[in-house]
């Protein structure tokens, strides 16, 4: 019989980033070009199987899609409470929501996060983007040191480039930290 571990996770960045196009690629492997703003959060749901030396663990990943939008900054801290892994993310074609990954994101989340010693990803997203792409790998691999991120992945919703990569590093992540596997 497999082991089931539950874990809360969050999602931050930029509106239109593709928070919520890498959750439903992840959870229900579909991509909607069409952009729909979350209003306030969205919490989606999925199981992963863990393979830790023959054994299975499940990990029941949920995700906490937090709006991005200036209008719910000051209901933000309420969705992060709780949390035990973290994913930040930006858009490849738009320098300013990288800049904010450190400006506006990591600063929000230390400070309202009760145990700041939980993994984060940092993922640049929309990496399919190509002829368009303003920030380099280079300056995220940088950027993921700076905020001491567990690690940097490039992704594409849109493809489904490295999206199971992401929420499955986490889950290993999650069973090292608060199971010592």
């Given at each position: 019989m497999?082991?089931?571990y539950v874990y809360k996770t969050i999602?931050?960045?930029?509106?239109?980033?593709?928070?919520?196009s890498l959750i439903n690629r992840f959870v229900e492997e579909k991509f909607e070009s069409e952009y729909k703003a979350t209003i306030g959060t969205?919490?989606?749901k999925k199981e992963i199987i863990i393979n830790d030396q023959?054994?299975?663990?499940?990990?029941?990943?949920?995700?906490?899609d937090i709006a991005g939008q200036e209008k719910w900054?000051?209901?933000?801290?309420?969705?992060?409470?709780?949390?035990?892994?973290?994913f930040v993310v930006y858009d490849v074609s738009r320098p300013i929501t990288f800049k904010?990954?450190?400006?506006?994101?990591?600063r929000d989340l230390f400070n309202y996060l009760e145990n700041r010693d939980i993994p984060i990803i940092l993922i640049s997203n929309k990496?399919?983007?190509?002829?368009v792409r303003r920030v380099s790998e280079e300056e995220g691999i940088e950027?993921?040191?700076?905020i001491q991120a567990l690690t940097f992945i490039q992704t594409s919703a849109k493809t489904g480039e490295n999206v199971n990569k992401a929420f499955e590093t986490m889950a290993r992540a999650l069973l090292v930290k608060y199971e010592l596997i």
């Open positions: 497999s082991e089931k999602i931050i960045g930029d509106p239109g980033v593709g928070k919520t969205n919490i989606l023959g054994e299975e663990k499940i990990v029941d990943l949920t995700v906490w900054k000051h209901y933000r801290h309420i969705y992060y409470r709780g949390s035990q892994g973290c904010n990954v450190t400006e506006v994101w990591i990496n399919d983007l190509i002829d950027c993921s040191r700076k």
